[in-house]
């Protein structure tokens, strides 16, 4: 499709980027939701097939396995193909996804929609992200960034999880928990993917269009130390963000003897809300504020987090608190990292990018869950949680530097990292 071909159709009014902006988070937040609807629903899904512990870190690997391959294979290719035919597709496998849920509510098919809810919250995430700020651009011509960035942050974080609350209020107080939250999501998803067909692509798709190939790094070369250093913190802030969301239900009935869905639910939910909320409240923020209360705040909410295990009598209270304090930690390095990651990235290559921080990001959000389910068949959960706070620790401090090392705000340099978070 060439750049003159797409001039001479009808454009797109202002009234129609408007509608395309929240139909496209729409999508962003259903797809994210059910990617993590079965988080509560795991200990029943173990009553219904009888597998173990470490039988649901295989499935999260599954899910795992499914985002990091289309965040290095298709998370880019909408700077190439244009963002309609990319993100649709990627909505219509998740409705997929949520088909296999709901109607193969066994071990093999747990596996086989995990996968295909994976592949699709590896193209959306990039996607939605990169359409968000275009349709915000057109919308509002004048306005800045900053609305479009906390949008598509909380439609990321705010979606991870919405998933276990919904998941985790109907598994406790109505029918068919392993069918109905499914049902609910497929919904939101058929919703969602008419709002993206209807929505305006407003990318000029380059002509000639490149050659296909996989994932790269796509930054200046002299911005290449701080777009690794932005990936290691997205790593770790979704790395604390997974560990809570994999384990807590089962850490929940184990170690503290709570086994209410709805509690599983509302702790997971808590988590991404404070991720949420740290966002919203703290817009005015730099980029070096955001990430150095992040790495504050992610290192005390797992201390507590720990600390609820090792009490001579496990406590739920402290455990959410550092849960909140996790969330809220996670979701500041995560706005941080994603203000650096837009701001020293080319427009022409901007999905790309931002599919290399969101690799990074779910590498984060499943290593240590699958790490953490492994070294469960060895040692005990409290054993398992220090070891990944202890790792948490010395990874913080080692990127730390780096990420905060970068020039001041009132350097012509840093201009642009400032205008990203306005």
């Known amino acids: 499709m060439s750049t003159h071909s797409t001039s001479l159709r009808p454009q797109p009014s202002v009234r129609q980027h408007g509608r395309g902006f929240w139909a496209v988070a729409l999508a962003f937040v259903a797809v994210m939701a059910l990617g993590t609807v079965p988080s509560p629903l795991y200990p029943l899904y173990q009553q219904h097939d009888g597998f173990s512990t470490f039988t649901i870190t295989l499935i999260y690997a599954a899910y795992a396995a499914g985002v990091m391959v289309t965040l290095f294979t298709a998370g880019h290719i909408s700077d190439w193909h244009g963002r309609r035919r990319i993100l649709a597709p990627a909505v219509a496998l998740s409705a997929l996804s949520a088909v296999v849920f709901l109607l193969w509510p066994a071990l093999p098919g747990l596996f086989v929609a995990r996968v295909l809810s994976g592949l699709s919250v590896g193209v959306v995430t990039a996607t939605a992200t990169v359409w968000l700020a275009e349709l915000h651009r057109a919308h509002r011509p004048d306005a800045s960034a900053r609305r479009a960035q906390l949008v598509a942050a909380t439609a990321n974080l705010g979606g ?22 499914y049902a609910v999501l497929l919904v939101a998803l058929a919703l969602a993917l008419v709002g993206v067909l209807l929505s305006p692509d407003v990318r000029e798709l380059p002509n000639p269009r490149p050659r296909y190939r996989v994932q790269r790094v796509a930054v200046p070369a002299a911005s290449r130390n701080r777009f690794y250093a932005a990936l290691s913190g997205a790593f770790l802030a979704f790395g ?41 409240t703290t817009a005015a923020w730099s980029i070096r504020r955001s990430l150095a209360f992040g790495m504050g705040a992610l290192l005390a909410g797992i201390g507590l987090v720990v600390l609820a295990a090792w009490l001579p009598t496990p406590s739920l209270a402290v455990f959410l608190v550092g849960g909140v304090l996790t969330g809220a930690g996670a979701g500041s390095m995560f706005k941080g990292t994603l203000g650096t990651t837009v701001a020293i990235s080319h427009d022409e290559s901007r999905a790309e990018s931002l599919a290399g921080l969101f690799l990074a990001g779910y590498l984060g959000l499943s290593v240590p869950v699958i790490g953490i389910g492994i070294a469960l068949q060895h040692v005990s959960a409290r054993v398992a949680l220090l070891g990944f706070a202890v790792l948490v620790g010395v990874g913080v401090l080692a990127v730390a530097r780096r990420l905060l090392a970068g020039p001041r705000p009132t350097t012509t340099a840093a201009r642009p990292l400032v205008a990203a978070q306005r």
């Open 240 to 280: 604390g963000l997974g560990v809570l969301t994999g384990l807590s239900g089962t850490f929940l009935a184990g170690t503290l003897h709570h086994p209410s869905r709805a509690l599983a639910g509302a702790a997971v939910f808590l988590v991404f809300a404070a991720g949420v909320v740290i966002q919203l």
């Open 160 to 181: 991870l999880g919405l998933g276990p609350l919904i998941a985790g209020l109907l598994a406790q107080y109505a029918p068919q928990p392993l069918r109905l939250p």
